[in-house]
């Protein structure tokens, strides 16, 4: 079994902890508690091999969910060492969330500058209309500046996009270790 290190980042109330709880447990809880630190939390996932000669195959994903940004922000780098992947969350409903993905782009990208594979996650989409996390990402440049970045549009309070966006990261990972051998 391959083990992969992936770290949630994101402000402050983004729900990190929320997408992981959705995506571990398949619960979903209104109930907000911050994040002191680091929680870290597994789960195995069966990944397609990219190349149809060999089988699938079991990744443990080891996910470590990040405190927010905060007075503690010191902290997080050292989190982020040896991480294969990094989530970056931003709150749909918070439009500051959504213009701090480079700064926390550049973080992830300057303590793991090689090997990274990287995801952009706008969070809480059950809280607005369809059409506007395009519009908000396009009004910030996000998908300009970042364009082999996926974005993905995910609630953790339904469920939408979560498993997903997991399990095509997990899958990205692979091809790049396998890509690097």
């Not at 149809?52 to 503690?72: A, R």
């Not at 990274?116 to 607005?128: A, G, W």
Request: with cysteine; net charge positive.
């Amino acid at each position: 079994m391959i083990a992969k290190k992936i770290c949630l980042v994101g402000d402050f109330g983004v729900g990190k902890t929320s997408l992981v709880r959705r995506f571990v447990q398949h619960q979903f809880s209104e109930q907000y508690l911050s994040t002191i630190g680091v929680t870290i939390s597994r789960k195995s996932v069966m990944i397609l091999s990219p190349d149809e000669k060999q089988e699938s195959q079991t990744v443990q994903l080891l996910i470590w969910d990040i405190e927010g940004k905060t007075q503690f922000q010191k902290i997080s780098p050292h989190y982020l060492k040896s991480a294969q992947g990094v989530i970056i969350v931003a709150d749909l409903s918070r439009q500051d969330t959504i213009a701090n993905i480079p700064l926390h782009i550049d973080l992830a990208c300057s303590i793991n500058p090689k090997n990274l594979t990287l995801s952009i996650v706008v969070n809480k989409i059950d809280l607005v209309e369809e059409q506007l996390p395009t519009l908000l990402l396009q009004q910030l440049q996000i998908p300009n500046q970042f364009p082999t970045i996926p974005i993905y549009h995910t609630s953790a309070k339904t469920g939408q996009n979560v498993e997903i966006m997991f399990y095509e990261l997990a899958q990205s990972m692979i091809k790049e270790t396998q890509k690097n051998r």
